[in-house]
Each structure stands twice: as C-alpha cells, then as structure tokens.
C-alpha cells in the first residue's frame, strides 16, 4: 500500500537555528497536510498543499510541494523553544479513496535552549 | 467555534469492563474517523464512517465497535477492553468538498489495567 516516509524521525536544534522535515512519497500526492502536535496532545492542522511547486508560510513556517507532487518539506527558520513536537503529514490518495489519508510516522522536534 | 470533542480526555479502567469513548463534531462534515496513536507506530485508523450508517473498518479495527447514528456523533466502543488497547485515541472529522483538512479532537488517553 502507499505509504509517506518522513525523515528525519527526530531532530535536536539549538534554538535559533534553521531545520528542515521532509515527507516523501512513491506516488502522486494529491492533497498534502501538516499537522504538529505537542506531546501527548492532539493535532493542530497548519497548512495544505494541493499543486504542484506550490509554497505557503505561516510565521516561522514554509511548506513546499514539489513539481512532481511527490514530496514536501517543511522549513522553520530560527526556531524557537514553541516549535518542539510532533510534525506529521497526511496526505490524500487518489480519487475514490473515501476521503482517506495516508500517513507519516513523524518527525520529533527538540530545540534546545 | 469549529471543534471535535472527545470525552473523556483520560481514562484508566479495568480489562474486560465495557467502555465508550464519546466524540462530536459541530461542523456537519460527512467523514468521521477514529485513530489510535502509539509510540513508534505513528496513526493507525480504526473505524471510520462516510455518513450516517455508513461504517467501515479501518486497519486496526480488531476490538473495537463504533457506531453512527447522527451525523455529528462517532462513539468509540470497547466491548470487553484488554491492556493493548492502552494507547492514546483521536477522532477527526472532515469535510467531502474536494480536498480538505482533517480536523482532530484533543484525544483520549486509555489505560487498561
């Protein structure tokens, strides 16, 4: 079955710093979301992708879909001690999947101060 | 506000006693799903429904019973409750308008004792 590989699983930054999580997938990506969610909590949505080269930022953060529509990234510059948690992205397999979405493992975010 | 609601928040029971774990949206979306998310294993669905009386498995459904009986309501049941299903539980609901968020509910900690 399709599956996303997000890498890395976890990542130590020293607050200030750049970082980048990536979410890669065999096939089309057809709607791409990235979630964060602090430990033990629930998901918060923060942002969708749907095209090709498509690129949005909020804050800190920038997400990009690829051309190809087969990987994302997401980008936070200078992190701060609030970006620490889980980022996982889902994503929507092709039409008349019952509006299921894929998932990946996570990426464990710690900053260090 | 647009929400998912889950309750109760955190539960600690015994095998075998019966228990359900409420969730409603306010959104009138179609879709509904139930997740379980455990250590190294990232989300793994459970259940999840299209519409009103319209359920199907997920991929770890084995334990689990759900109904969906109003459109805003998606129980999560555990007839008889074993310690593995002690694990961390979300509903999401989604709208079926293109490609859309899932949104997730603050969860649910289980433990079964």
């Known amino acids: 079955s399709q599956e996303l590989e997000q890498s890395p699983q976890s990542l130590i930054v020293q607050e200030g710093k750049n970082l980048t999580i990536n979410c890669t997938s065999s096939k089309t990506l057809y709607g791409l979301y990235w979630y964060k969610q602090k430990y033990g909590e629930g998901l918060i949505f923060l942002m969708m992708l749907q095209k090709g080269g498509e690129e949005k930022s909020h804050e800190k953060i920038t997400a990009k879909l690829d051309e190809k529509k087969q990987q994302s990234s997401l980008h936070i510059t200078a992190s701060q001690p609030s970006h620490a948690g889980i980022y996982l992205c889902?994503?929507?397999?092709?039409?008349?999947?019952?509006?299921?979405?894929?998932w990946g493992a996570g990426t464990k975010l710690i900053i260090k101060p | 506000e647009a929400q998912v609601t889950q309750n109760p928040r955190y539960l600690i029971t015994v095998t075998g006693k019966k228990l359900t774990v409420t969730c409603s949206q306010n959104?009138?979306?179609?879709?509904m799903s139930w997740y379980r998310q455990d250590p190294g294993l990232g989300l793994r669905q459970i259940y999840y429904s299209m519409n009103v009386e319209v359920t199907d498995k997920g991929d770890v459904p084995e334990g689990y019973k759900v109904s969906r009986k109003e459109k805003r309501n998606f129980p999560l049941i555990l007839e008889s409750p074993s310690p593995n299903q002690t694990s961390l539980y979300f509903c999401?609901?989604?709208?079926?308008?293109?490609?859309?968020?899932?949104?997730f509910g603050d969860g649910t900690r289980l433990s079964i004792l």
């Open positions: 959104m009138n979306h179609e879709y």
């Open positions: 999401a609901s989604r709208g079926t308008g293109g490609y859309q968020p899932q949104h």
């Open positions: 889902g994503a929507d397999v092709p039409p008349g999947s019952n509006y299921q979405l894929i």
